[in-house]
């Protein structure tokens, strides 16, 4: 083994392409959805109890704390949905070159946002 190699261990210099990136975000996206369920089981076994615990479901969703949250999973949800497409589409052998990666990731991150802000208008 080489032992002249450069090694570079602090990692905030270190550039990552836009199809990395997009990637992490997606991994991110869906460590967050893994914990979201907990939340959406929980509102759904409120909402299922009785009309009253209905009532109040629907109560604590006016408050800004559980919209932000709302929308903080919906915002995942939808990236992740987006980012998955890429990936199918990629499995299908389209957009597997250099190019195609970076336009691809370039297109999930611009359709993530537009489904981020959809969401947002729509909890908001």
């Given at each position: ?10 990692l905030?210099?270190i550039?990552?392409?836009?199809p ?9 996206s ?7 369920v907990?939340?959406?089981l ?14 109040d ?9 559980v919209?932000?949250i ?14 998955g497409?890429?990936h199918?589409l ?17 297109i ?9 802000v ?5 909890v908001?």
């Open positions: 083994m080489n032992s002249n190699r450069p090694t570079n261990l602090d905030t210099t550039e990552l392409p836009l990395a990136k997009a990637s992490i975000i997606h991994r991110i869906g460590f967050i959805l893994f914990f979201a907990a939340f959406m929980c509102a759904l076994a409120a909402s299922l109890e009785s009309e009253q615990s209905f009532a479901l629907q109560a604590a969703f006016d408050n800004g704390l919209k932000f709302t929308w903080g999973i919906l915002s995942a949800l939808g990236y992740h949905f987006v980012a497409i890429k199918l990629m499995d299908m052998g389209i957009g597997e070159t250099k190019e195609g990666g970076r336009t691809g990731a370039i999930t991150l611009v359709l993530g946002v537009i489904v981020i959809l969401a947002g208008v729509w908001w």
